[in-house]
C-alpha cells in the first residue's frame, strides 16, 4: 500500500516548491480561473450524477412511504411507515415483519460471508501460485481472467446446465469419482441451492481476488524475503509472519468491495434459482415486490432498508480503508 | 546435497500441478459450453469430456428462433454509448478533481465514491418512474441513461487516479503558455491518458455488457431486450425442456468477444481494476 501512494504523497511537496518559484499575484489570479474551470468541467458530471443517482434514491425513499402501485406510480399516496411497520386489529404488517424480509436479510449476509471467505482462500492461493516464477506464467493470468470476464448470466446458464440433475457433468464427475451414489439437484433441493450459488461466485469472483492479492504481493519488497531465506526460515512462516501482515491492507479493502458486492447480489440467483426462497436475497425479494407483486411502496421499503444497509458497510468501507482524497 | 535438490524438483512438479488444477478450474465451464453448443438432439443429454461432433445447427438456430441478431446489436450500441458518454463526463471531471485544488473537492470524490456503492435495487422504483416521465421505456436510450449510474462513478475515479499521477511540469509549461484548460486536457492530456482511457473504456464496456437487472426491468419486448437478458428468458414448452443447445450457443457468442478483449488487454484491465480498488 505505502508504495503506491507514494506518488502522491511527495506531490505536494512539488507543488510548494513551485509556488514559491511563481509570483504571487500571478498565481492566485491562475488559481481562480483554474478552480473556476474545474467547477465548468465537473458540472456536467454531477448533473448526470444527480440524476442518474440522486433524484431517483429520493424518490424511491419517497415511495416507501406511499402506496404506490407499480400501474399508477402519479396515485400515490402518503401513508407514513406502514410499509416499514404497522400494528393493526392485532397483527403486524409492513417489510420488517415479513419473515420473508428476515430470510432474504439472513440469506444474503450467509451468502456474503460464506462466499467472500473462500474468494478470499482460494484467491490467496492463486495469487501465491502466479507469484512464483514458472514457464506460461502470462498465460495462466490471462486464463484465470476468463471467468471474470464472462457475464454473470452467461455463468449461471452455464453452471445450471453444469448442475442439471439429469444430464449435467458435475453429477457425472462426482459419480465417476465416487463422491455420491445418485445424481444430486443441486439447483432444485432446498439444502443444496445455496451452496450451488455460492459455488458459482466462488468460481466468477475469485480472479478478481487473486489478482488484487496478486498486485499486493508483486510490490512487496524483496529484501526481508532474502533475509527469511539465509535464516532458513519454512516457507509457511514465512507466509503467516511476513506475507499476510504486509498485504493485510489490501486484502482488507478488496474483502470489503467484494463483501458490497455481495450484499447487492441479484442476477446470478434470479437465473439460477429464479424465486425459490431458499436463496432469496434482499435485491431479489425487493425486485419481486416492486415488480412481479406491482407494489411500489413495498418494495421502495424493501430498497430503501437494503440501501441503508449497505450504506453503513460503505461507511465501513471508507473508515477502513483508509481512503484517501488527495 | 541429493535429498535438497530432489526436494526442489518435488517443489517444481508440485508448482506445475496446481498450475494445472487451477487453468482446468478456470476454463473448464467456459470449454464445456463451447462443448455443448456444438451437440444438438439427443447427444446433449449424453455427458462427454472431449469434443465429439461439430454440429453448428445451435449457432443458427438461436439466431431463428429469436431476435437474437437484434439482441446482439442491441448490446453493442447501449454498451459503446455508455463508453463514449462516460468517458467523455470522467476525463472532464478528472481533470478538475485530479488536477485542481479546490474546496469540496474531498467531499465531491467521497460521494462519487459513495455511489459506485449503491444496490441498483436502491433506485428501481425512482429510476423507472423517471424512465417512463421520459418516455424512454422498453428504448435503449433509457437503458444508456440509467448504466451510467454504475459506469459514471467507477470512470471518474480510475480516471482521476491517473490523472493525479501524471507530472505536474507538462501543466505548468501548458499554463504559462497561456493555453485554456479545455485545450490542456484535449492537447496535453489526453495523449498521455490513452492508456487510462482504454482501460477504463473496457471496464464500463464489460460492466454495460453484462448489466441484467435494469435491462431486465426496463425492456418489455423481445426486440429491445440485450443480451444478458434475453440469455436469461430463452424457454422451452416447459421448464423442464429448455434448449439448452441453443442457450450454450448464445452463451459462446456473447462471451468470445470480452474473452478476446480480455485476453489483449490483460495487463491494462487488471491494472485498471486495481486503481479501482486497492489505491481507492
Known sequence: MSTTTRGTTTAPIEATAMGAATTKPQRSHLTRTRVRAAWIFLTPMLIVLAMVAGWPLARTIWFSFTDANLSDLGGAQFIGFANYLEYYDGMWFGVLADPDWWNSIWNTLYFAVISVTLEVIFGMAIALVLNSSFKGRALVRAAVLIPWAIPTIVSARMWGWMMNDQYGILNDMLMQMGFISTPLAWTANPDLVMISVVMVDVWKTTPFMALLVLAALQMLPGDCYEAAKVDGISPIKVFFKVTLPLIRPAVMVAVIFRLLDALRIFDLIYVLTSNSKDTMTMSVYARQQLVDFQDVGYGSAASTLLFFIVALCTVLYIYLGKVRFD | ?280
Open chain 2, 1 to 280: 546435497m541429493g535429498k535438497r535438490h530432489f526436494r526442489r524438483i518435488l517443489g517444481q512438479i508440485g508448482l506445475y500441478a496446481l498450475v494445472v488444477v487451477i487453468i482446468l478450474y478456470a476454463v473448464f465451464p467456459f470449454y464445456y459450453a463451447v462443448l455443448s453448443s456444438l451437440k444438438t438432439g439427443s447427444e446433449l443429454f449424453r455427458v462427454d469430456y472431449f469434443p465429439f461432433s461439430w454440429n453448428f445447427g445451435n449457432y443458427v438456430s438461436v439466431f431463428q428462433e429469436q431476435p437474437f441478431a437484434r439482441n446482439l446489436f442491441n448490446s453493442i450500441f447501449v454498451s459503446f454509448a455508455v463508453v463514449v458518454l462516460s468517458l467523455f463526463f470522467g476525463v472532464t471531471a478528472a481533470f478538475a478533481l485530479g488536477r485542481v485544488q479546490f474546496r469540496g473537492r474531498g467531499i465531491l470524490l467521497l460521494t462519487i465514491l459513495g455511489v459506485s456503492m449503491f444496490p441498483q435495487v436502491a433506485v428501481l422504483s425512482g429510476m423507472f418512474e423517471l424512465i417512463r416521465a421520459m418516455n424512454l421505456y422498453n428504448n435503449l436510450l433509457g437503458l444508456i441513461f440509467a448504466y451510467m449510474i454504475f459506469t459514471l462513478p467507477f470512470t471518474v475515479w480510475v480516471l482521476t487516479t491517473f490523472m493525479r499521477d501524471l507530472p505536474k511540469e507538462l501543466e505548468e509549461a501548458a499554463v504559462m503558455d497561456g493555453a485554456k484548460p479545455w485545450t490542456i486536457i484535449t492537447q496535453v492530456f489526453m495523449p498521455l491518458m490513452w492508456p487510462a482511457l482504454v482501460t477504463t473504456g473496457l471496464l464500463a464496456f464489460i460492466a454495460a455488457w453484462n448489466e441484467f437487472l435494469f435491462a431486465l426491468t426496463f425492456t418489455l419486448t423481445n426486440e429491445m431486450r440485450t443480451v444478458p437478458v434475453a440469455i436469461a428468458l430463452i424457454s422451452g414448452a416447459s421448464q423442464f425442456e429448455l434448449p439448452w443447445g441453443n442457450i450454450m450457443a448464445a452463451s459462446v457468442i456473447v462471451t468470445v468477444p470480452l474473452v478476446i478483449l480480455v485476453l489483449i488487454f490483460q495487463r491494462r484491465i487488471v491494472s485498471g481494476l486495481t486503481a479501482g480498488a486497492v489505491k481507492g
